[in-house]
């Protein structure tokens, strides 16, 4: 264990958040053109990429913690405090940029979703407002082939000769 397999499980959850990023351009992408049949997918494929990134900041925290002890600070620290902390030498440079790079991906993530969802929202008020504009007031028919709903509208009726 040491600053080498952090370094690698960073550069992990770093491809996975860009993965993420592409997933959310993706679904956004769908959304934008109205290919909502192919959403259901694109959704599956955040859920699935975001389940790959618990368990590597599970991964991530064991990491830190074990070479927090090592370099003499405490167990919880997190990866900014471990740059802080880091012993003279070019690990505290690496660590500090997975760290800016991780934060930025996170804000692109983050803009994504809040868009993402603006589009959904919208969609899902566009829906709402389309399905109170259909008439409510479909009429049924019986074994006899007569509608249940008396009909107070104007009938024309031609006469063929």
């Known amino acids: 264990m040491g600053a080498n397999e952090l370094s690698a499980l960073l550069w992990r959850e770093r491809e996975l958040l860009d993965l993420l990023t592409f997933k959310l351009e993706e679904e956004q992408l769908l959304l934008t053109a109205g290919k909502t049949r192919w959403l259901q997918h694109a959704t599956r494929e955040v859920e699935q990429v975001m389940v790959l990134l ?9 990491e ?3 070479l927090a002890t090592e370099w003499g600070t405490d167990q919880d620290a997190t990866l900014r405090e471990l740059v802080a902390h880091a012993p003279d030498g ?3 440079e690496i ?3 997975h760290l800016d790079a991780m934060t930025n991906l996170t804000a692109e993530i983050k803009n994504l979703r809040d868009v993402n969802e603006r589009f959904l929202r919208a969609a899902a008020r566009s829906t709402q ?17 007569v509608s249940d709903r008396s009909s107070q509208n104007a009938r024309l009726f031609e006469k063929n000769l």
């Open 90 to 92: 070019p690990w505290g």
């Open 54 to 62: 618990r368990e590597a900041g599970l991964g991530r925290t064991v």
């Open 129 to 145: 407002e389309t399905l109170a504009g259909v008439g409510g007031d479909s009429s049924t028919y019986d074994a006899k082939g």
């Open 95 to 97: 660590f500090d940029a």
């Open 64 to 66: 830190v913690a074990a």
